[in-house]
């Protein structure tokens, strides 16, 4: 009598002299590459669900505590061998252990059958796993980005609020109340902002008390502050911050420097601001706008040191990759021939 598990071919005495059927017309076992990949799968996402697990328990949001992100790395890559040898393995083994049984076939042949079917394994496996772990981490990047949309809005509707309400409570008071407040919103926005407080802090050489109503601060420059208070000139704050943050830009954008003309309007703004001379401001202009290039200069630099240094570890990663995966379909093929061995031996 024929097994069921056996494969037969025209010509193959069977039991008792019997010539036996051809049951079989493909050398690969299908069944048993399915199976064993659907274990290779199943393992490799346990695994990696877990070596997820035992990563993000090392790390820490604190400074100094946790594990390094090069000891994060090398495990990440040891962990992701590990799993590959474990699945690939697992998948394979079943894959030989499971197919027919090849009578009369040459050993190599035998041999190089098994081997066909521990790579399938790892290959259907491969393919399964990434296709679930791209749906996956697509899915949970899609939700990740719905609640920051919704955490965005929110945060823009509370701002909105906070706005409004401050809005409101400057209404009551003197009306340069109003304007200040929006003339420091303008300005907390801008790309410039803190390098235009600057262009506008007082005179070293003001006094530090507060000066008469109708009287100018002392220490400070007559021909370029105008009197004190001046209501056109609380109403030009928004207006001429702006201007100054808008030359700032321009400046950095174009290398650094600024026209004549420009320096020139720009010095009036800060001298008509601060008492300063108007040779004064147009230096205060030259350096401020110095020192934001070299800060612009040196944040691209590190911009793209941090980019170079993600291309790197990127690069390292994927070669990494291709080496486990490659060690996987090595263990996959090993370990069927290990299982087609076992299942021959088998009467």
Do not use: C
Request: charged share 15%; net charge neutral.
């Amino acid at each position: 009598m024929v097994a069921k598990n056996e494969a037969w071919y025209p010509g193959e005495a069977g039991v008792d002299g019997v010539v036996a059927p051809r049951t079989s017309n493909s050398a690969v076992s299908w069944g048993a590459v399915l199976a064993g990949a659907t274990a290779a799968a199943a393992l490799s996402l346990i695994l990696l669900l877990l070596g997820a697990g035992l990563g993000l328990s090392a790390v820490s949001p604190w400074a100094n505590d946790g594990a390094s992100a090069a000891a994060l790395g090398v495990a990440g890559i040891v962990w992701l061998a590990f799993t590959q040898l474990a699945a690939s393995g697992l998948g394979g083994y079943l894959a030989g252990r499971l197919r027919v049984r090849w009578r009369d076939t040459d050993p190599n042949e035998v041999h190089f059958r098994d081997t066909a079917h521990g790579m399938l394994s790892w290959a259907v496996a491969t393919l399964f796993t990434a296709a679930v772990l791209t749906a996956s981490v697509g899915a949970i990047a899609g939700i990740g980005a719905k609640g920051a949309a919704v955490a965005a809005g929110t945060a823009a509707t509370g701002a909105a609020a906070a706005g409004a309400v401050a809005t409101a409570g400057d209404e009551p008071g003197a009306k340069g109340g109003a304007s200040g407040t929006s003339a420091r919103t303008a300005l907390g926005s801008g790309d410039f902002g803190y390098y235009v407080d600057t262009l506008l802090r007082p005179s070293a050489t003001a006094s530090t008390t507060a000066p008469a109503p109708s009287a100018a601060p002392a220490g400070v420059n007559p021909a370029t502050l105008r009197a004190w208070p001046d209501a056109s000139m609380v109403h030009a704050d928004e207006q001429s911050s702006a201007t100054l943050n808008r030359l700032l830009v321009r400046a950095v954008r174009d290398g650094g420097t600024l026209s004549p003309e420009d320096t020139r309007a720009a010095g009036q703004l800060v001298a008509q601001r601060t008492g300063l001379s108007q040779a004064e401001a147009e230096r205060r202009v030259t350096e401020t706008l110095q020192r934001a290039r070299t800060e612009a200069q040196a944040l691209e630099t590190r911009a793209r040191e941090a980019a170079d240094a993600a291309r790197k570890t990127a690069l390292t990663t994927a070669l990494w990759m291709v080496v486990a995966l490659l060690i996987g379909a090595f263990t996959a093929s090993l370990l069927a021939t290990v299982g087609g061995r076992q299942r021959d031996l088998i009467g």
